[in-house]
């Protein structure tokens, strides 16, 4: 959010100075539609039944289309609510209305929702994503997003997700983009510029909210919503990086996350929210809490009660209040018993109003009738996008002896029930999409005109079906057996404490390898897996992740060969879940994992991964050779000879890292630093040039210093965080 013009700034003024206390406690009022009955029981069983199995998810869904609801209309019209979550045009207009015209001052609303990969076209999610290693894909699948929601009246994404994720048990390792906060960061950065760059017209771009802040995905042991606990250098070196970078892109919102990070709930953390993000880094946008985060404050033990929990949350710097109406019920007796200085609450307001200024609330409050069947029928555009979305994060993780790709009038059996449940394709955090536009593996197979048959042979879990794999076998001269998660375990409260693929899976590969044809395996899933049996056990094996609608047209497309893969891995694949959490840019140890006994190692199993960061095969083969570190006065100029040394085209993604062999703080082996694409033709040598900024080479200290220290570097540059050249270089800042 650039900071608003003089003229816009004094209109905020002038209507925060006509509020009554009421009025301004209402704008940190978030609500959301409320369920409020129209079935049997109360909602929470509901959810408990849904949960335990007692109905399904399908049943789940038909009670609640069919509940009464609770707009907040009146809270709406008194003042008494800022935000809401919906995603109606026609109910939002509705709304909207009720604020501009029945409201004493005519504020507008807010309509926020969790887009996260996407709106009604659905795009890969983001751990996949982020694999395609390029900023300009970034941006303009965020860009769709804004378009297409906006229309629908949601003008604030809880979007995007930035938690550094280490550890594969944590499910919301699915949402975000990775392991490494140069990448987050760089991620985060071009998501900014899409969602809220395009202000040629109040249609075009929306409010990101960057969330969870912070440290969120460094939960204890993988848990969901579990304890944080870190020093100041690793918060600022990592998790708090891709949140700067935001900030300084000019992210309007930000998240407060439910985790406590060093003891205090990052939703009451004054720390992080008043001396770090608005104090050191001067934001000038609102904080929303996560959903019912300021109850949990009670639970946390944090808070005795929930007015003392509303008090210390207002006074962090928490500006929103999204779903537990505490701010609506306690504040105001809060400032009356001097408990609370108001001019925190004008403070939030000011920031809350701001924002809805730079929106154009206040002069654009509806959403244009002509607008909102804009993206009815999915344009080609947004269709193409995602399917290039998908096919550009697939990575080919084995592929002996060439299996693939595979020849469309080539026999294949197709297994998996993964490969035919259409609504598997679109991940975790997907909330706006048609079942009718999804494509399954077995659809893509069919639109590309493939030779094969489907056998189910399993379900997502069991149990294996004897007779559909002797059918595989007999018709096949090749076996694709599409396996993984389901959608629902990975994201939100859904961690892990076993990453192997669920169910008979396992035992699935072991009767389709015993019949002797080749087996390829798809992969579909949302965290990294823990695959050490089953790479050994077939030649060929591609992470398919969930890619959003276009899925089957997209691993079609690398399957077959018309797209050579390029995706790299974005989180580092563990071999077995008791290697988690796992990933390449640890610190130094001073005995590193070796041969020996007495070593950073495990007994039982290598201390390697299976995979590491930036991990993926192509059709083709890359050499690299001739690397070159020039120092200029401020950064060093990285060059390197890439050679497509196969024969086939194809993009390699080439990475930069870089470690301080020597500093006053233990630093990583190796850091993410830098990286390009260079599309090369089979047998084509390019010369691929990078710079590296002295500036960001340095590190925090645990005294919140950034340091730049003088001495040796070494600096790496290759196809993965394991594979490169290495060249050292002395530099003085
Ligand atoms: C999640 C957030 C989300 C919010 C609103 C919470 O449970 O942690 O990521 O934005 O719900 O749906």
């Not at 563990?574 to 130094?588: A, D, F, L, R």
Request: glycine share 8%; hydrophobic share 40%; with cysteine.
């Amino acid at each position: 959010m650039k900071r608003l013009t003089q003229e816009q700034k004094a209109r905020v003024k002038e209507i925060l100075s006509q509020m009554t206390l009421e009025e301004k406690i209402g704008q940190m009022n978030q609500e959301s539609v409320s369920i409020v009955g129209g079935f049997d029981v109360p909602f929470e069983e509901l959810i408990e039944m849904m949960t335990d199995g007692r109905i399904s998810n399908e049943e789940f869904e038909k009670i609640l289309s069919n509940a009464e609801r609770d707009f907040h209309e009146e809270d709406i019209r008194t003042g008494r609510v800022g935000s809401l979550m919906v995603s109606d045009p026609r109910k939002c207009n509705e709304l909207q209305k009720i604020a501009m015209e029945e409201s004493r001052l005519g504020i507008p609303l807010m309509f926020g929702l969790d887009v996260i990969h996407g709106f009604r076209t659905v795009y890969p999610i983001a751990i996949a994503e982020a694999g395609a290693f390029d900023t300009d894909l970034f941006e303009r699948t965020a860009s769709m997003a804004a378009k297409e929601s906006r229309t629908q009246g949601v003008n604030w994404h809880f979007a995007p997700m930035l938690d550094i994720a280490r550890d594969a048990r944590w499910g919301r390792v699915s949402e975000g983009p990775g392991e490494d906060p140069y990448l987050v960061s760089a991620f985060a950065g071009a998501k900014i510029k899409g969602l809220q760059g395009d202000r040629s017209s109040t249609e075009n771009y929306v409010a990101a909210c960057l969330k969870h802040y912070v440290a969120y995905g460094a939960c204890e042991a993988g848990r969901d919503y579990n304890t944080t606990m870190m020093p100041d250098s690793m918060l600022r070196n990592n998790y708090l990086k891709p949140f700067k970078t935001a900030v300084e892109a000019g992210a309007a919102t930000v998240m407060a996350s439910f985790n406590d990070l060093n003891g205090v709930p990052c939703t009451v953390n004054k720390y992080t929210l008043r001396d770090i993000l608005k104090g050191e880094w001067e934001f000038p946008g609102l904080v929303v809490s996560d959903a019912n985060a300021i109850r949990e404050c009670v639970a946390h033990g944090i808070a005795a009660d929930e007015m003392d929990a509303a008090v210390q949350s207002a006074e962090a710097g928490l500006d929103i209040d999204m779903g537990t109406t505490i701010y609506k019920n306690k504040l105001e007796e809060a400032v009356a018993n001097g408990t609370l200085d108001e001019a925190v609450i004008d403070d939030a307001v000011e920031r809350i109003l701001s924002v809805k200024m730079w929106l154009g609330l206040f002069d654009h409050p509806y959403v244009p009738e002509e607008a909102m069947d804009r993206y009815d029928v999915l344009p080609k555009e947004h269709l193409d996008l995602a399917r290039e979305a998908g096919a550009r994060s697939i990575v080919l993780l084995k592929n002996e002896g060439d299996v693939l790709p595979l020849k469309k009038s080539q026999k294949i059996s197709l297994v998996g029930a993964l490969a035919d449940i259409r609504e598997e394709v679109v991940g975790a955090w997907a909330l706006s999409w048609r079942p009718e536009d999804c494509v399954s593996i077995r659809q893509g197979f069919e639109n590309a005109g493939a030779d094969f048959e489907y056998y189910p042979c399993c379900g997502p879990e069991g149990p294996i079906n004897e007779e559909e794999v002797e059918k595989a076998a007999a018709y096949g001269d090749v076996i694709v057996a599409v396996l993984g998660e389901t959608t629902s375990m990975s994201g939100e409260a859904s961690s892990k404490a076993d990453i192997t693929l669920p169910g008979e899976q396992t035992e699935l590969i072991k009767k389709l390898v015993a019949t002797g044809k080749p087996v390829v395996v798809l992969l579909m899933n949302g965290r990294p897996l823990a695959l050490q049996k089953e790479v050994e056990m077939v030649p060929a094996m591609v992470e398919c992740w969930h890619l959003g609608i276009q899925m089957g047209n997209a691993v079609a497309d690398v399957v077959f060969g018309d797209k050579n893969p390029e995706g790299r891995l974005a989180s580092t694949f563990p071999q077995v879940t008791g290697q988690c959490p796992i990933y390449y840019n640890h610190m130094s140890t001073g005995r590193p994992g070796g041969r020996s006994k007495f070593t950073s190692r495990y007994l039982d199993v290598t201390h390697e991964p299976q995979f590491p960061f930036g991990y993926g095969l192509s059709y083709t083969t890359y050499a690299y050779d001739n690397l070159k570190v020039e120092e200029a006065a401020d950064k060093l100029i990285v060059s390197v000879d890439v050679t497509n040394s196969g024969a086939v085209d194809g993009t390699e993604t080439v990475q930069l890292y870089m470690q301080d062999v020597a500093a006053s703080l233990v630093r990583p082996v190796r850091e993410l630093k830098g990286f390009a694409k260079a599309e090369l033709k089979a047998g084509e040598t390019k010369t691929v040039t990078m710079e590296l900024a002295k500036a960001d080479m340095g590190f925090y200290d645990n005294d919140k210093n950034y340091k730049t220290e003088d001495g040796l570097f070494r600096i790496f540059a290759g196809h993965s965080s394991k594979e490169n050249l290495c060249s050292e270089v002395t530099v003085q800042f």
